[in-house]
């Protein structure tokens, strides 16, 4: 699947999640262009799971439109998904298998031909650095490797949209600098949503940030916008997301 730079590959207009009487999410609007790392920020509990589980079709949402590569993800979430590449924050991983037969196993729910099964493992091992771990159980890999096969169960489609919830959480300081040099290969190709709470996270593979707070967007730029207006994205977060902001949103 490929869609030329200029694509809106992932629009959000106005999605909210309500759970009971507690606003998780209220009117989140975004967009995503191929090629484009979007990261989005908050402190825990600040409603960035929640959007992305609504952003990838697992969670509905109370009100609000979504698309992904101009299709309706809630008229018709089978055809919209096929678009979607998705790593939630626990990886969807299953120790007993090796790494080859959890790939075969994935890219057979993504309906990858037969014919194409090999080809496409080939490809998805080489990019994740998994190939010499095939016959590996995977219950046996490191974290930083498990992180790797998360991704690549999450790319194996070659979606259109890749969203990666907190993928480098737990990993040394090494296998973080793998993940983010990753994380900025795919960019090049794919839509890339990072959700996390780390800053140098953002700083160091995204071309925009979100952040949210209260399950609102607060406050969105392009990083080499704010490099140039010499905005420190570090004070910047902790200003929007002070104690004194939560008393200001309270009231």
């Known amino acids: 699947m490929t869609v030329e730079n200029t694509f809106v590959t992932l629009s959000a207009h106005n999605i909210s999640r309500d759970f009971g009487a507690h606003a998780a999410v209220r009117d989140v609007n975004l ?9 989005l920020l908050g402190p825990n509990g600040a409603g960035k799971t929640t959007t992305m589980r609504m952003l990838t079709g697992t969670l509905a949402p109370s009100a609000g439109s979504l698309a992904v590569c101009g299709v309706d993800l809630l ?5 919209a998904k096929a678009y979607i590449g998705y790593l939630p924050e626990t990886p969807p991983l299953y120790q007993e298998m090796t790494v080859n037969e959890y790939l075969q196993f994935v890219a057979r729910l993504h309906r990858i031909s ?36 998360g991704i ?17 959480v737990g990993l040394d300081p090494n296998q973080v600098l793998e993940i983010r040099a990753l994380i900025r290969e ?49 004070a910047l977060f902790a200003k929007l997301t002070s104690d004194k902001a939560q008393a200001e949103v309270v009231r």
């Open 75 to 79: 008229d018709k979430p089978v055809n």
């Open 186 to 234: 795919l960019g090049a190709a794919h839509s890339v949503i990072l959700s996390t709470h780390i800053l140098s996270e953002v700083e160091s593979v995204c071309d925009r940030v979100h952040i949210m707070y209260h399950g609102r967007i607060i406050f969105a730029d392009k990083m080499v916008e704010m490099k140039q207006r010499e905005i420190s994205l570090e």
């Open 114 to 149: 037969c014919g194409k099964i090999h080809s496409a493992l080939d490809r998805v091992k080489q990019r994740c650095g998994l190939t010499a771990m095939g016959s590996r159980l995977i219950g046996m890999l490191s974290k930083g490797y498990q992180q790797r096969l």
């Open 31 to 39: 967009e995503l262009k191929r090629g484009e790392v979007l990261g």
């Open 152 to 168: 690549a169960q999450a790319i194996i489609h070659d979606p259109d949209v890749i969203v990666l919830d907190e993928p480098t």
